[in-house]
């Protein structure tokens, strides 16, 4: 049974503890992000490139050679190479993250009854899409419980409590019609 709109103004969303409690039991909706390098990490990291390893030991090399002016102008420019790659990295690090900020899909839903934006990383997948590929498209952008799946003809046969409850549940939907994109919207069940 699908929705009237009248029915859909009357949907409340979810509360405010209803969705800690989703939040706590299944986590955020969110792509895996890799952990964020710190300098001592990026440090590392250039110090164990194979050829700034090989530089270094010809500078020591050429040290023990007795040879201290060619040591020390290769180790120097050496040195300055690792500075110059370290600072490098470090601002690769701090782009990227702006990037993963911008990039940030946002939701408007209803929480206690009131409209408001959410981070992406809460947004349900709603799709036309077969089941199967909606549940493949669901583990590769890493939604949480991607083989669960509601489906169009589902929907119809449910009425609002039940729709409320198993949103609650659920991250993907599929098979759905334009009509039924339209529910969602007017209610913003989808958290």
């Known amino acids: 049974m699908a929705l009237t709109e009248e029915q859909a103004k009357q949907i409340k969303g979810l509360s405010s503890a209803e969705v800690l409690e989703k939040l706590k039991t299944e986590g955020y909706n969110e792509l895996p992000s890799s952990k964020r390098r710190n300098i001592l990490a990026i440090a590392f990291e250039v110090i164990k490139e194979p050829m700034f390893l090989l530089l270094v030991a010809c500078g020591s090399i050429y040290l023990f050679l007795g040879e201290p002016k060619d040591a020390l102008l290769l180790l120097g ?15 690769t690090e701090k782009a990227l993250d702006a990037l993963r900020d911008l990039s940030s899909p946002r939701a408007l839903v209803i929480r206690d009854g ?22 493949t498209i669901a ?41 039924q994109k339209l529910i969602f919207w007017s209610s913003s069940l989808t958290q």
């Open 77 to 91: 420019f050496v040195f300055i190479m690792m500075g110059i790659t370290i600072y490098q990295e470090g601002k």
């Open 114 to 135: 009131e409209h408001i934006r959410i981070p992406g990383r809460e947004v349900v997948m709603i799709t036309g899409d077969y089941p199967v590929t909606a549940r």
């Open 139 to 179: 583990r590769q952008i890493g939604l949480k419980n991607p083989d669960k799946v509601i489906t169009g003809k589902e929907l119809e046969q449910m009425d609002a409590l039940a729709l409320q409850q198993r949103v609650k549940e659920v991250n993907v939907f599929a098979r759905v019609v334009p009509e």
